[in-house]
């Protein structure tokens, strides 16, 4: 006992020396030593001992399958300080480690706690180019949420990505968010082949420098697979629009319907603008080599989602309203268990589906979507066969059935994942009037597209890079996004769009420099 307490008096001490202003505490061989002076940490944070956590309202799952809202409503102030109160505010946040961006997570999250949202909005957006997108469709259970501290230690994660999107919504409404300023124009110009969140991202740091930028895009509105591939249930469209607006606003030309290779080469826009990023994203399906796979009614994820979101967008779309691409009254199944699978379950659901199942070849703890969305999607009524991979599709002008086979799971494969193997005389026959293949996407073959036969690629078909300037072959022109790395987050291509902003503007800037010794 004497010891203990010369062990207090010691640490009690020698905080009072180091800190004297300030409380702490120090565990030391079990002992609690504390002095009570001004707070160190304000009694803002820590809560999680007694505040449990709790996501954003929810609506029940049948109520959510009758239109394509977000699912869950917005916190309000109070509940968002609340969950943010309960951050642990880590000496290593495992939570900002796991994310691409490197967020400044409990930061901001104290920021919140306290009130302070219009620091936490600025704190938000120094990394992040689209925090309300990402706050909304980050798969966080596998990211930030997922390495919080206190989920791992079993108190419930920090509700990140609802906090994220709440603070962002908020200085929407309270006007924070305002168009770049560009104090000096720089007489250069940036030509950028994509409108999605890679291109977006690097178009708005580039800006900001003051360079001039035009988005060149084949779609008539630009953010790419945030406006075509994810449902409105998890991406409001005006949430896309606002931003694209803002960066029109901001002095960023867009050219929408405008394809590289058709209406302009690759080497022709390189001789327009001093340097050019290839952003374009992977939009061709992965095929299905299998017996049938040439029947009607066999559709791929994108060609889908595209008809449904268009249709929400306003647009007449005939293949939708002719019944092809729409899922009601059908059989529905969706072959592959990822992001765009679960996207495509979902909204088969809400177009009236008379059943909607999922193949897929491993188990549920081996699946690569969202565990969060498999939940989501199972409320809305979907039906998982796990263990489970298409043999063969039968039908004789379009399809009527799939013939399905058992699988199990063998040794772990290169991705850490263990490997699925056919069970022999297992296959047993599913009725489908409609089948949606969500395997995945491949790059298109840019260099034919573009006409530029000399553009490097991968034996995959995504660009080749100089990973350290992600500049391609071809001088002056660089590449990020999905095309490099291969279908990927959102949340990567934001990363790799900001990643390639430094290459490019030391890449401008050594342009400049040799042109001015040369005058």
Request: hydrophobic content about 35%; charged content about 25%.
């Amino acid at each position: 006992m004497q010891n203990k307490s010369l062990i207090y008096w010691v640490f009690q001490n020698i905080g009072q020396f180091l800190c004297p202003k300030k409380s702490f505490s120090l565990i030391f061989i079990g002992i609690k030593v504390s002095v009570y002076k001004e707070n160190i940490m304000p009694d803002k944070m820590l809560k999680f001992v007694n505040v449990g956590m709790q996501m954003p309202t929810k609506r029940t799952g049948g109520a959510r399958t009758k239109d394509f809202k977000e699912i869950y409503d917005a916190f309000i102030h109070e509940k968002a300080k609340e969950q943010s109160s309960r951050c642990s505010q880590c000496g290593v946040p495992f939570c900002q480690v796991h994310c691409p961006l490197h967020n400044n997570i409990p930061d901001w999250l104290k920021l919140t706690a306290e009130g302070r949202l219009q620091e936490a909005h600025e704190l938000v957006h120094s990394t992040n180019n689209m925090p309300e997108i990402c706050g909304s469709i980050c798969p966080q259970d596998r990211l930030c949420e997922g390495n919080c501290v206190i989920e791992r230690a079993g108190h419930g994660t920090v509700t990140i990505g609802s906090v994220e999107k709440y603070i962002t919504d908020t200085a929407w409404e309270k006007g924070w968010i305002k168009p770049i300023k560009v104090l000096k124009e720089i007489d250069q110009s940036v030509g950028i082949i994509g409108a999605g969140p890679a291109g977006l991202a690097c178009a708005e740091e580039l800006r900001k420098s003051g360079y001039k930028i035009t988005i060149y895009d084949r779609y008539d509105r630009p953010g790419g697979l945030l406006i075509y591939g994810i449902p409105n249930f998890k991406l409001e469209k005006f949430t896309v629009e606002r931003r694209t607006n803002l960066l029109k606003e901001s002095g960023i030309k867009f050219k929408q319907d405008f394809e590289v290779g058709k209406d302009i080469s690759l080497d022709e826009l390189r001789k327009k603008h001093d340097t050019i990023l290839i952003a374009t994203g992977v939009y061709k399906p992965r095929e299905i080599d299998l017996p049938g796979s040439d029947l009607k009614n066999i559709f791929p994820a994108m060609e889908f989602l595209t008809a449904s979101n268009r249709k929400g967008l306003g647009d007449r779309v005939k293949n939708f309203d002719n019944g092809t691409l729409n899922a009601e009254g059908k059989n529905t199944i969706i072959i592959g268990g990822g992001d765009t699978g679960m996207d495509c379950v979902r909204t088969a659901v809400r177009q009236n589906a008379k059943s909607v199942k999922c193949l897929y070849r491993r188990d549920r703890e081996n699946m690569p979507g969202s565990a969060r969305e498999v939940h989501n999607a199972e409320e809305e009524g979907v039906e998982f066969i796990w263990l489970s991979n298409p043999k063969k599709f039968i039908g004789t002008s379009q399809i009527s059935s799939v013939l399905v086979e058992r699988m199990k799971l063998g040794k772990t494969d290169s991705s850490g994942r263990k490997k699925p193997e056919p069970i022999p005389n297992s296959g047993f026959e599913m009725k489908a009037d409609m089948v949606i293949n969500a395997l995945g996407f491949d790059p298109e073959d840019l260099p034919k597209l573009f006409n530029s036969p000399d553009l490097s690629i991968s034996k995959l078909g995504t660009i080749k890079i100089n990973l350290k300037t992600m500049e391609t072959n071809l001088s002056g022109v660089f590449a990020a996004g999905d095309i490099v790395r291969g279908a990927s987050l959102v949340v990567w291509a934001i990363r790799d769009g900001r990643d390639a902003t430094i290459s490019i503007r030391k890449y401008l800037e050594h342009k400049r420099s040799k042109s001015v010794k040369a005058a």
